[in-house]
């Protein structure tokens, strides 16, 4: 057995001189070698097994390959009722193999698959007489060589055994890990890619600049292109502004147009013209309108003259009403304030026509308004401007409501010089006498409960009401 073992070894080292192959998809692996195989302590056949062996793959992308191999190993059983008996192991292995680079002459090969055993000899003692186990197992090796179609190869293979053709056999229980180690003679079969040896994509046959500088383009015959050292696209030789700033387009004389307003530089007198603005002959910016705007931006290219424009050149809202501030009779409307068409606060809302004045209260028993309701209707006064178009026929009511406290007729009284407190108080603010009524309604006409200090106060009120 060592003797063998000896032969097994001196091999591998002649091996280790034979030059190795690239894997390409498509080539086939053919592999010849041997190796030896040591078993588990759970095993009855503890002295190694070695024994020739053959492999065959085939790369189906560059890499990767699907492969099996087989052996063939003779050792001899230590049990006590067996020893001096042969044993053939023979184990069937297929897998699949990652195969990455280190350089062009060292690469790694990592794989996993199944392994199938099967045992023969001549002995008819189980279970070494005809008997099969297996299981799966990883394989870790090493290519040598320098690009040929011949390399050396070595492995090392674990397999896990887990249903154990030996189990229960004098006292090997469970399943067990076997390992081999091989060398193997491999041969790539397949065509194999023309060479490049200055690496400009032309083959080596085809090349008639073969030491083409890293880098370089080349034509069809591998021989540099003229360079464009400022990458325009037009060539040196050619080039009439030859330090054209990258990525600028150029015309066939490798000039730009650094403002891409379509006039070149040569002759564009506005050379830094912002994008997208339209401009005239020699290349400056044209404005239609006058507004400051170039057009091209020009969102409202038709803005009248002197009227105030923001950066899109439309007419400004500064208070983001709707209303254009040309127009605007109330430039500081509040955010979210509902405006008629002169910019100022509607005083109806949309489908509305009658609005409670919030806050505007009365002496106890009087028609005298306090300093806060005051400040209310002037505030409400401004909102009238939105009814005081040319032409147009609006009549509001100044409605005066009370609760039920007191007699009737006491309270339509208090409610009428309410109103016509409130009418007086918006006429002398500018809004039209004519366009105005006051009315009392006193109590007939709550909006709540009066059996409650809370709804009470909500149907002492004054109202304007739209009557056309």
Same mark, same amino acid.
């Given at each position: 057995m060592n003797r063998k073992l000896s032969v097994l070894y001196a091999a591998g080292a002649l091996l280790m001189a034979v030059p190795?192959?690239?894997?390409?998809?498509?080539?086939?692996e053919l592999g010849l070698g041997g190796g030896a195989i040591w078993f588990d302590k759970e095993h009855e056949l503890h002295d190694p097994g070695v024994g020739p062996g053959a492999r065959l793959g085939i790369f189906f992308a560059k890499g990767f390959s699907i492969e099996a191999d087989a052996?063939?190993?003779?050792?001899?059983?230590?049990?006590?009722?067996?020893?001096?008996?042969?044993?053939?192991v023979i184990p069937i292995r297929g897998r699949l193999t990652w195969n990455p680079q280190l350089s062009e002459a060292v690469g790694f090969v990592l794989g996993g698959g199944y392994t199938y055993n099967m045992y023969s000899g001549d002995t008819d003692v189980a279970p070494f007489s005809d008997d099969t186990d297996g299981g799966p197992h990883g394989l870790l090796g090493l290519r040598f060589g320098t690009g040929g179609a011949v390399h050396v190869r070595f492995d090392a293979i674990a397999d896990f055994i887990s249903s154990s053709a030996v189990e229960g056999y004098a006292g090997a229980e469970g399943?067990?890990?076997?390992?081999?180690?091989?060398?193997?003679?491999?041969?790539?079969i397949g065509k194999r890619p023309p060479k490049d040896a200055d690496g400009d994509g032309v083959v080596n046959k085809a090349d008639l600049c073969p030491n083409t500088p890293v880098g370089d383009a080349v034509d069809a015959?591998?021989?540099?292109?003229?360079?464009?050292?400022?990458? !325009?696209?037009v060539t040196d030789d050619r080039d009439q502004c030859a330090n054209t700033p990258a990525g600028a387009k150029v015309d066939a004389n490798g000039c730009s147009d650094q403002d891409n307003d379509t006039v070149m530089d040569p002759s564009d007198r506005c050379p830094n013209t912002p994008a997208g603005v339209?401009? !005239?002959?020699?290349?400056?910016?044209?404005?239609?309108?006058k507004d400051g705007v170039f057009d091209g931006? !020009?969102?409202?290219?038709?803005?009248?003259?002197?009227?105030?424009?923001?950066?899109?050149?439309c007419p400004t809202d500064s208070d983001g009403d709707g209303v254009m501030d040309n127009a605007d009779r109330c430039p500081n409307t509040p955010a979210g304030t509902t405006v008629d068409a002169s910019g100022c606060p509607a005083l109806f809302q949309p489908g509305q026509t009658t609005l409670v004045l919030q806050g505007v209260t009365f002496a106890t028993n009087k028609a005298d308004l306090t300093p806060e309701s005051k400040e209310i209707l002037d505030r409400m006064a401004e909102r009238f401007h939105g009814l005081m178009v040319p032409g147009a026929v609006v009549k509001v009511e100044v409605a005066g409501h009370t609760d039920n406290v007191g007699s009737r007729a006491y309270n339509t009284r208090l409610s009428q010089a309410r109103a016509e407190s409130v009418k007086a108080y918006l006429v002398s603010k500018g809004v039209p006498a004519d366009i105005l009524t006051a009315k009392g309604y006193g109590e007939d006409r709550p909006v709540d409960s009066n059996a409650t200090?809370?709804?009470?106060?909500?149907?002492?009120?004054?109202?304007l009401r739209r009557t056309q």
């Open positions: 190795a192959s690239a894997q390409n998809a498509g080539h086939l052996f063939w190993f003779t050792t001899e059983p230590e049990g006590d009722t067996l020893t001096g008996n042969e044993v053939d399943s067990r890990v076997d390992w081999t180690a091989d060398a193997m003679l491999t041969f790539m015959n591998g021989c540099s292109l003229p360079k464009d050292a400022d990458g !325009d696209g339209k401009v !005239d002959a020699n290349g400056c910016p044209t404005d239609q309108d931006v !020009d969102q409202c290219a038709d803005t009248p003259a002197g009227t105030p424009v923001d950066a899109r050149g200090v809370e709804g009470r106060s909500n149907n002492r009120r004054v109202e």
